[in-house]
Antibody
């Protein structure tokens, strides 16, 4: 079945750029029925949607992060990536990648990666 | 769109019927999803489109509502249901989540 796996550094220094990659296995990344998204969760807090990307490369970002976020996709590698620039301690969180089902209307994030904790600290 | 869940926490016993409410700051039709999250594990999608149970989710879970007011009901709590529950609106960007409802064992 479809699986997602996040990878990237677990520690990032303040003012630097956080970079994560999500690898998709057991299914296609190039389906018209799905978007691919990033969600984060600060320790002990709730969920925040960061953004989505379609296999064509169309992106949708949370305005609260838009100036610092870039999501990209490499369909040949079945990967999509997150870059978050100028990080501060407030960006410390577990970062999840997930598949967003969208058949005729948005359904929700139906497959998630296990999540990766990224700590921003010097 | 802001989502407000109530209660924020809830203590209940195995076998109890439990209802969690999610209120949207503006109408979102039926574009609402419910997730269950256990400690240290990614959320799991339980219900989409306000009332559509995802494959494999036990029938004791149900959802209802449209517009601004939604509910998640667990008809008879099982030990594995003690977790945190989140609603999410998918009506318009940015997608937003409720603050969560932590369901604890009484």
């Amino acid at each position: 079945q479809l699986q997602l796996q996040e990878s990237g550094p677990g520690l990032v220094k303040p003012s630097e750029t956080l970079s994560l990659t999500c690898t998709v296995s057991g299914g296609t990344i190039s389906s018209a029925n799905y978007y691919w998204g990033w969600i984060r969760q600060p320790p002990g807090k709730g969920l925040e949607w960061i953004g989505n990307i379609f296999y064509s490369g169309n992106t949708y970002y949370n305005p609260s992060l838009k100036s610092r976020v870039t999501i990209s996709i490499d369909t040949s590698k079945k990967q999509f990536s997150l870059k978050l620039s100028s990080v501060t301690a407030a960006d410390t969180a577990v970062y999840y990648c997930a598949r967003h089902e969208y058949i005729s209307s948005p359904v929700g994030f139906d497959v998630w990666g296990q999540g990766t904790l990224v700590t921003v600290s010097s | 769109i802001q989502l407000t869940q109530s209660p924020s926490s809830l203590s209940a016993s195995v076998g109890d019927r439990v209802t969690i409410t999610c209120r949207a700051s503006q109408a979102i039709s039926s574009y609402l999803a419910w997730y269950q999250q256990k400690p240290g594990i990614a959320p799991e999608l339980l219900i989409s489109a306000a009332s559509t149970l995802q494959s494999g989710v036990p029938a004791r879970f149900s959802g209802s509502g449209s517009g601004t007011d939604f509910t998640l009901t667990i008809s008879s709590l099982q030990p594995e249901d003690f977790a945190t529950y989140y609603c999410q609106q998918l009506n318009s960007l940015p997608y937003t989540f409720g603050q969560g409802t932590k369901l604890e064992i009484k």
